[in-house]
T-cell receptor, first 112, second 113 residues
């Protein structure tokens, strides 16, 4: 059972480039979310989804887009990368909003 | 002011010590309280999950919630080098429009053999 799979593990971008962080889960979870983790700031919610076709903004959504076309996948798109988006990104899923969150292993992103 | 405050550490203890990790919070609507453990370069994993006030024990770990003081704690008995990690507290409201966890910034724990 793979759980939550994130790709890539590491990425370096130049300012202005776009890219998509991939997230897939095989637990048939309805709830999926994206967090970023910065030193001293903890985990902050970017976007979340309560099911296929339904997404909503979290605490820090600016500069990011998401879509949820299937239960399994929840990609995060950076539209025009900025140095302030240098961070570690985690995807998480759960069977419900207030249930146990399962995290992926993270993507370390550097924007130069 | 952050909604959830957590001392970043690092906290260094000898093997076998009792460890106390703490968080304070300001939002009285928080009902669920969790502790996640995060090893270096890994995603967080849920360690303890409690609802409202009181204590919950699971092996060497005890989670304590004091809603009147807006204070939660995680105690680790007989600490082991394998407990060395960052511990994140997390909290959520329940049945409100706010559908997310609020995390503390994490306390780094080092257990010395």
């Amino acid at each position: 059972n793979a759980g939550v799979t994130q790709t890539p593990k590491f990425q370096v971008l130049k300012t202005g480039q776009s890219m998509t962080l991939q997230c897939a889960q095989d637990m048939n979870h309805e709830y999926m979310s994206w967090y970023r983790q910065d030193p001293g700031m903890g985990l902050r919610l970017i976007h979340y989804s309560v099911g296929a076709g339904i997404t909503d903004q979290g605490e820090v959504p600016n500069g990011y887009n998401v879509s949820r076309s299937t239960t399994e996948d929840f990609p995060l798109r950076l539209l025009s990368a900025a140095p302030s988006q240098t961070s570690v990104y985690f995807c998480a899923s759960s069977s419900g909003i207030w249930e146990k969150l399962f995290f992926g292993s993270g993507t370390q992103l550097s924007v130069l | 002011q952050k909604e959830v405050e957590q001392d970043p550490g690092p906290l260094s203890v000898p093997e076998g010590a009792i460890v106390s990790l703490n968080c304070t919070y300001s939002n009285s609507a928080f009902q669920y309280f969790m502790w996640y453990r995060q090893y270096s370069r890994k995603g967080p994993e849920l360690l303890m999950y409690t609802y409202s006030s009181g204590n919950k024990e699971d092996g060497r770990f005890t989670a304590q919630v004091d809603k009147s003081s807006k204070y939660i704690s995680l105690f680790i008995r007989d600490s082991q080098p394998s407990d060395s990690a960052t511990y994140l507290c997390a909290m959520s409201e329940y049945n409100t429009g706010r559908r997310a966890l609020t995390f503390g910034s994490g306390t780094r724990l080092q257990v010395q053999p």
